[in-house]
């Protein structure tokens, strides 16, 4: 089993809707999430980080965390197609100093 | 504010050679990672540095790699001699604190080994 683990995709949108992306981590003392974007050829970029159970919102992205099903996920509201990218979810051990990623999500906006 | 720099952004090596990639992180950040991305397969950590000190270097895949952060700026990672699974993408990020905070990655540098 992966320490984390995201559905490769693709996953199509319409141009206007809610992108849902979804990652689950087996080690239960990760305390610290993150979503990162990567178009292709560049760096990961950090668009999240959430930390507590619950939801988290910033602008049209909100990262929702649920630590005793082990679950974080990533909406993505009035999706453009600049939101084209690879989704990256990475968690780090309680105390850790090093990301565990998942290996993405390709998420795919249609105009 | 310059964000985490890499050069060289690609290299294409021969099996065997040395290649040395250096890592600039953002200013002020005591902590810099290595991660390395091969083909099909997650980004995997290699090791971090806090300041010039080797924090966790528990990734290295073996002794064919050498990282190293002088002075507590910016760091190389030598592979010698390079070997064909060798090849992928290698990243480094940079953090301004330890334990789980955001960490923010430069543009990588693709080695391919031939």
């Known amino acids: 089993q992966k320490e984390v683990e995201q559905n490769s995709g693709p996953l199509s949108v319409p141009e206007g809707a809610i992108a849902s992306l979804n990652c689950t981590y087996s080690?239960?003392?990760?305390?610290?999430f993150f979503w990162y974007r990567q178009y292709s050829g560049k760096s990961p970029e950090l668009i999240m980080s959430?930390?507590?159970?619950g939801d988290k919102e910033d602008g049209r992205f909100t990262a929702q965390l649920n630590k005793a099903s082990q679950y974080v996920s990533l909406l993505i509201r009035d999706s453009q197609p600049s939101d084209s990218a690879t989704y990256l979810c990475?968690?780090?051990?309680?105390?850790?100093?090093?990301?565990?990623f998942g290996a993405g999500t390709i998420l795919r906006v249609k105009s | 504010e310059a964000g985490v720099t890499q050069f060289p952004s690609h290299s294409v090596i021969e099996k065997g050679q040395t290649v040395t990639l250096r890592c600039d992180p953002i200013?002020?950040?005591?902590?810099l990672y290595w991660y390395r991305r091969v083909m099909g397969k997650e980004i995997k950590f290699l090791l971090h540095?806090?300041?010039?000190?080797?924090?966790?270097e528990s990734g290295m895949p073996n002794n064919r790699f050498l990282a190293e952060r002088t002075g507590g700026t910016y760091s190389t990672l030598k592979v010698q001699p390079a070997e064909l699974e060798d090849s992928g993408v290698y990243f480094c990020?940079?953090?301004?604190?330890?334990?789980?905070?955001?960490?923010?990655f430069g543009q990588g540098t693709r080695l391919t080994v031939v």
């Open positions: 990020a940079s953090s301004f604190r330890t334990g789980g905070t955001e960490a923010f």
């Open positions: 080690d239960r003392v990760s305390q610290s």
């Open positions: 959430i930390y507590s159970n």
């Open positions: 990475a968690v780090n051990r309680e105390g850790g100093n090093k990301l565990v």
């Open positions: 200013s002020g950040h005591d902590n």
């Open positions: 540095f806090v300041k010039e000190s080797k924090q966790d």
